[in-house]
């Protein structure tokens, strides 16, 4: 019974999070507005905290997020490394192959500047202060897709089921990115969204095992940040760029792939499969 009901809750959620953020795209598309787009990312904390806070089980579920202490520092250490490690490696080996350069400019301000959207120029086109916003959307995404979807998926259809819809929800709800064309310039629509939600689905699985044996949400916050944010470091000092970089180079890679595969297949077996075994981890 409490199966179907977290089923219930997970699908609504699902279907509401994805329908808003599409109409917020496709109404910023005909305003010509991407930062209406860009605001739209913002009903991921709107929904998880209506859908936490209003029934009277709010308690319960604000546990459920796994906010309310930090866990340990080893997951923090884990999280710094599987998320940022490969997106650097993948900037140096396309760079050592010349698809990617840095110019010659050794002022520090050559390279303060980012190479994402230009949504809300004034702040996102100096990295000093779009950083900081980098962590708090990772905080958003992270209280609705590992606090509040992935635990009602894993009570519904257990949890490695749960990861794997987790990862994929994740991925279609930066299709909007991609349509606008700013994600990943450079690349072909189709390849980047497909290899972007096989990245997602993977990086999923990676991190519902932080969170479950790290018992914490935080870690996952530090996680999605970093990941975030190395990128845009690298993408911001290697600004010189040749055609077919983005295949190597970045958080989508062939290379984060590939690193990203060996970790799943190495934690799937390990993988608890019931409900019970969940809990004994936790």
């Not at 809750?9 to 005909?30: E, M, R």
């Not at 519904?156 to 606008?180: C, R, V």
């Not at 939600?197 to 914490?216: A, N, P, Y």
């Not at 190495?266 to 993988?271: A, E, G, H, T, Y």
């Amino acid at each position: 019974m409490q199966g179907s009901r977290s089923g219930k809750v997970a699908i609504w959620f699902g279907v509401l999070i994805l329908g808003c953020t599409l109409g917020t795209d496709l109404l910023g598309l005909a305003a010509g507005s991407e930062d209406l787009m860009y605001l739209g990312a913002l009903w991921a904390l709107i929904l998880t905290l209506i859908f936490t806070l209003l029934p009277p089980q709010r308690r319960e579920y604000l546990r459920m997020l796994r906010m309310h202490h930090p866990g340990k520092l080893r997951w923090y250490c884990s999280a710094l490394l599987i998320s940022g490690g490969p997106v650097i490696v993948s900037f140096l080996v396309a760079w050592s192959m010349h698809l990617v350069e840095a110019p010659a400019c050794p002022q520090l301000s050559c390279f303060l500047g980012t190479s994402g959207a230009p949504a809300f120029s004034s702040l996102t086109s100096n990295l000093l202060l779009y950083l900081p916003f980098l962590f708090l959307f990772a905080l958003f995404e992270e209280m609705a897709w590992r606090g509040f979807l992935q635990p009602r998926l894993s009570r519904w259809l257990g949890l490695k089921s749960a990861l794997l819809i987790t990862g994929l929800i994740w991925g279609l709800w930066h299709y909007g990115w991609f349509i606008w064309g700013h994600y990943y310039p450079g690349g072909e629509l189709i390849i980047d969204m497909l290899m972007f939600t096989l990245d997602t689905v993977l990086e999923s699985v990676i991190m519902g095992w932080i969170l479950l044996r790290g018992e914490s949400l935080w870690p996952l916050v530090l996680y999605h940040g970093a990941s975030n944010s190395i990128w845009e470091l690298c993408n911001a000092y290697f600004r010189i760029k040749h055609a077919g970089w983005v295949y190597l180079a970045g958080e989508s890679s062939i290379i984060n792939l590939v690193i990203w595969g060996i970790i799943v297949v190495f934690l799937w077996r390990r993988l608890p499969r019931s409900e019970r075994q969940v809990e004994a981890m936790a």
